[in-house]
């Protein structure tokens, strides 16, 4: 199974987010999806993969298949492995991929005090 990086980076080539996200993040995104697919023009199979994870009806399914696909290209070639992940970097990590029952809480820059949370039942005082 990919790791989480992976995932994530799979889920923002698949959603298609970069156009929500503000200019430099989806710059990026966008950037990482044209790098993975040049990375993939040698092997059909996996640019399919790749296309058919980037298409309106896209699936989760489809996503996680690309972030299979992109996990076995990061073992073949680790630089382009450090390629994706500084982009990544790059990106503010603005997507999480969070699936089924999990929480993703990403919290970056300085500040006093940090609460993240989910699903409070009940009264929840904070001073």
């Given amino acids: 199974m990919p790791d989480p990086i992976t995932m994530?980076?799979?889920?923002?080539?698949?959603?298609?987010?970069?156009?929500s996200l503000t200019s430099q993040a989806g710059h990026t995104i966008a950037e990482i999806a044209?790098?993975?697919q040049h990375?993939?023009?040698g092997s059909p199979a996996d640019l399919a993969i790749l296309t058919a994870a980037q298409g309106k009806s896209?699936?989760?399914?489809?996503?996680?298949?690309?972030?299979?696909?992109?996990?076995r290209a990061i073992t073949e070639d680790p630089a382009f492995g450090h390629d994706?992940?500084?982009?990544?970097?790059?990106?503010?990590?603005?997507?999480?991929a969070a699936t089924g029952d999990a929480v993703a809480n990403v919290f970056t820059g300085k500040a006093a005090k940090v609460i993240q949370l989910r699903d409070v039942?009940?009264?929840?005082t904070i001073n």
């Fill in 121 to 124: 039942h009940g009264d929840l």
């Fill in 39 to 41: 990375k993939f023009r």
């Fill in 84 to 96: 994706m992940r500084k982009l990544w970097d790059q990106s503010g990590n603005i997507l999480i």
């Fill in 58 to 71: 896209a699936s989760p399914e489809q996503a996680t298949e690309l972030a299979r696909a992109l996990d």
């Fill in 34 to 36: 044209r790098r993975i």
């Fill in 8 to 19: 994530a980076i799979a889920t923002a080539v698949a959603s298609q987010t970069a156009q």
